[in-house]
C-alpha cells in the first residue's frame, strides 16, 4: 500500500514541478480573467439598473457567484487534461504504462491535482489584490452547513470533471482527432454548468432537468451551495447523492474505454 501510495507521490511531484515552470503562464492567466470579471460586473450591472433583485437574487450574490465561479475553475477545471491523454495515446507515450505496474488513471489523476493546487493558489492573488475593490459588492453567506455540504460537492465537482476530460481523451482509441468533442463538450458545460448565468436564471422545467446532467454538477453546484443559491440544506444533501451517482457514472466509463480502446490500441512509437 505504501509503494502504491509513493509511486503516485511521485507523479504529483513531478506534475508540480512541471507546473511550476509555468506558472508566470498560469498567474497571467489568472490576472487577465479578472478582466472577464470587468465584463460580468458592467453586463449585470446594467441588467440590474432599475431593479433590486433578478431571480431573487441581487446584485451582490450575483457578483459574488461569478467570483467564485473563476475560483472554483481555476481549483478543479479540467484545463487541457482531455488533450494530454489524447497526445500521450497518439504518439506512442502510453505504451510504457502498459509494461509498468503503475494504474494510468491513477497517474493522470496525479498530475491533475498537482496543476490544480499551482492554479488554485496563483488564482488567490490577484483575488487578493482585488478584494479591497470588490469588498462592497460580495456577498457571501457563513452558514456551518455549507462548508459541510460544499466541499465534499467540490472535491466530486474536481472527480467529474477530471473524469470527463478522461473519457474525451480516452476517445483518441478510435478518432485521430478529439478537439471537435472536446469544443462541443465546453460549448454544453458553458451553458448547462452555469459559466454563462446562473442556472437558477433558466426556466423552472429547464432548470430542473439540468439537475439530472452531470454539467450541473461540474461547477454550478459546489459554487451555489458556497455563494447562497442553494438555500436549502436538505437539497443540497440530495444534490451531493446526484452528483456521487454521476462520478460513479463518468469514472466507470472511463475504465470500460481504456479496456476496450486497448484491445484496439497498436503499441509502436514510445
Request: aromatic share 16%.
Amino acid at each position: 500500500m505504501l509503494a502504491t501510495l509513493n509511486k503516485y507521490r511521485a507523479a504529483f511531484s513531478v506534475g508540480l514541478q512541471s507546473n511550476l515552470v509555468y506558472r508566470v503562464n498560469f498567474a497571467v492567466r489568472g490576472f487577465f480573467s479578472f478582466f472577464h470579471l470587468i465584463v460580468v460586473f458592467i453586463l449585470w450591472s446594467s441588467a440590474y439598473a432599475g431593479s433590486p433583485a433578478i431571480g431573487g437574487f441581487s446584485f451582490g450574490q450575483t457578483f459574488t457567484y461569478f467570483v467564485a465561479l473563476l475560483v472554483a475553475q481555476f481549483m478543479i477545471g479540467a484545463f487541457n487534461e482531455d488533450y494530454q491523454i489524447s497526445e500521450e495515446i497518439r504518439n506512442g507515450l502510453i505504451n510504457q504504462f502498459l509494461l509498468k505496474p503503475v494504474n494510468y488513471f491513477a497517474y493522470r489523476f496525479s498530475i491533475y491535482l498537482s496543476a490544480r493546487l499551482v492554479t488554485g493558489l496563483l488564482i488567490l492573488l490577484p483575488v487578493v489584490a482585488t478584494c479591497p475593490l470588490m469588498k462592497d459588492h460580495l456577498v457571501l453567506p457563513l452558514d456551518l452547513w455549507r462548508l459541510a455540504l460544499g466541499l465534499p460537492a467540490l472535491a466530486m465537482s474536481a472527480l467529474i470533471q477530471f473524469g470527463i476530460a478522461y473519457c474525451f481523451g480516452m476517445m483518441s482509441f478510435w478518432f485521430l482527432e478529439i478537439q471537435g468533442l472536446v469544443i462541443l463538450s465546453m460549448a454544453i458545460e458553458s451553458v448547462l454548468g452555469g459559466q454563462i448565468f446562473p442556472l437558477d436564471l433558466l426556466p423552472d422545467w429547464l432548470f430542473r432537468l439540468s439537475q439530472y446532467l452531470p454539467y450541473y454538477y461540474q461547477m454550478y453546484f459546489p459554487v451555489a451551495i458556497f455563494t447562497g443559491r442553494l438555500n436549502d440544506p436538505a437539497a443540497a444533501l440530495a444534490g451531493l447523492g446526484l452528483q456521487a451517482c454521476w462520478v460513479v457514472i463518468i469514472l466507470a466509463a472511463g475504465q470500460l474505454l481504456w479496456r476496450r480502446g486497448l484491445r484496439l490500441h497498436t503499441a509502436v512509437g514510445g
